[in-house]
């Protein structure tokens, strides 16, 4: 059983940084591809990019709004998976959540996903 585990996120203001991990506590980390979602209040939940060990996402995909400023990383010796945000602005204010599928189709659709972390608030202020 895959069991994610994220942490990070806080306030930051505009032009600031943060780093998300999701640590996966079950199975082998390195069999699914993992994705990273957010969610504006009021909005519905967004992908931002997903990376695989293995296949096509073996370099991490992003949505434009993010490319050049986020990065995907994962270590798989730690079974985590780590979101680095730079250059935040306040549109990208949400909760953030990490989440693990098997297979590579359909990677940016959320309900493609079979786990995912409990959340974390990431809080940009202008």
């Known amino acids: 059983q895959v069991q994610l585990v994220q942490s990070g996120g806080g306030l930051v203001q505009a032009g600031g940084s943060l780093r998300l991990s999701c640590a996966d506590s079950?199975?082998?980390?390195?069999?699914?591809?993992m994705g990273w979602f957010r969610q504006a209040p009021g909005k519905e939940r967004e992908f931002v990019g997903a990376?695989?060990?293995?296949?096509?996402?073996?370099?991490?995909y992003y949505v434009d709004s993010v490319k050049g400023r986020f990065t995907i990383s994962r270590d798989n010796a730690k079974n985590t998976m780590y979101l680095q945000m730079n250059s935040l602005k306040p549109e990208d204010t949400a909760v953030y959540y990490c989440?693990?599928?098997?297979?590579?189709?359909?990677?940016?659709?959320?309900?493609?996903?079979?786990?995912w972390g409990q959340g974390t608030q990431v809080t940009v202020s202008s």
């Open positions: 989440a693990a599928k098997g297979g590579l189709r359909n990677y940016g659709v959320a309900s493609e996903y079979n786990y």
């Open positions: 079950g199975r082998t980390f390195s069999n699914y591809v």
């Open positions: 990376s695989s060990w293995s296949g096509s996402l073996t370099t991490p």
